[in-house]
């Protein structure tokens, strides 16, 4: 049971393995002991198990030079298997313990939920001011909103077995985020994740717009640039000076927050800018086809399916 609580399919099969090990030299040399020394096998049992267990009381020994070889084979070999299981259960048992206090847990999140899988540095930062739905990584997984959020990510998320551990083909799974260190790492994991889960929508950072384009065509519409971002919000705040403030202001703001909503049958038919003025929230824009639309210079019409980006009190 402790060993199912503590450990991971891979470690509790290391260490059934070097438990059957230990067990199987014990019980050998417990045999070879008896019959060579001329001792039951209860008694050989005995000797075995106290030298194991480097106990040695003494009161059985040896009685010649086959029983000393079978001694020191049975201390060479029993001893550091057995050492090696407690060293393994005692590093898992605090590693356990450690996740418990830094809150990382491996209990799946409850209700709805969002998928990061990579590395980033621009990531950990984002997801401290997360006010939405728990966040679950493949490398460490939190059940709550992610006070620690710096610990979820995976070095190692190209693995097939990475993005399949964050069990992204559940229903609560909302979304998506996939980062890299590279972006043929981002593309792998786009893969392998879209194998997975074909209807999940991502967001994937990347930098290379030929990388952007393969990634449109395995179905992931939404593809962010960090430098791309910040390169086009330095050309707006040239144009205007207070473009960035706005900006900001925007995505910074805890008195506010975004959301994406369905258009409801009231909004359907009508056009955009009908809808803002009959809306209470600031209407952003529009999601049309997969695509943001900002409506501006041009008339949109809100059809079913379309979705509106709005900012809206955020209710604390």
């Excluded at 194991?52 to 070889?69: E, H, I, M, Q, S």
């Excluded at 709805?112 to 460490?140: D, E, F, H, K």
Aim: charged fraction near 15%.
């Amino acid at each position: 049971m402790l060993l199912v609580r503590v450990f991971g399919v891979r470690h509790r099969r290391h260490v059934a393995i070097l438990l059957a090990a230990a067990v199987a030299c014990l019980l050998a040399g417990a045999a070879l002991f008896a019959a060579t020394q001329h001792y039951p096998l209860p008694t050989g049992l005995y000797w075995a198990i106290t030298t194991a267990t480097t106990v040695g009381y003494g009161d059985v020994l040896p009685r010649n030079a086959v029983g000393k070889v079978i001694a020191s084979a049975v201390m060479l070999t029993t001893i550091p298997l057995l050492a090696s299981v407690f060293a393994l259960m005692t590093g898992a048992a605090a590693a356990a313990g450690v996740r418990r206090i830094l809150a990382m847990g491996h209990r799946f999140p409850d209700g709805a939920y969002r998928i990061v899988i990579g590395m980033n540095q621009a990531v950990p930062q984002s997801l401290t001011s997360w006010s939405g739905p728990a966040i679950r990584s493949c490398s460490s997984l939190t059940s709550t909103r992610p006070a620690c959020a710096r610990r979820c990510m995976s070095s190692g998320a190209t693995r097939p077995s990475c993005p399949s551990s964050a069990r992204p083909g559940q229903r609560g799974a909302q979304q998506a985020l996939i980062t890299g260190e590279s972006d043929g790492d981002v593309l792998v994991v786009a893969v392998l994740l879209r194998k997975l889960a074909p209807d999940l929508p991502v967001v994937a950072l990347v930098r290379s717009p030929s990388v952007r384009e393969a990634l449109h065509e395995l179905g992931v519409q939404q593809t962010i640039s960090a430098e791309g971002l910040i390169a086009h919000t330095l050309a707006k705040s040239l144009e205007a000076p207070h473009a960035g403030d706005m900006l900001s202001q925007l995505v910074e703001s805890d008195r506010h927050s975004l959301a994406e909503i369905e258009a409801d049958a009231g909004a359907v038919g009508k056009l955009l800018s009908a809808v803002r003025d009959e809306r209470s929230e600031l209407v952003l824009g529009l999601v049309h086809g997969g695509k943001f639309l900002l409506g501006i210079g041009e008339e949109l019409v809100v059809a079913a399916g379309d979705h509106l980006l709005i900012a809206r009190p955020q209710h604390k």
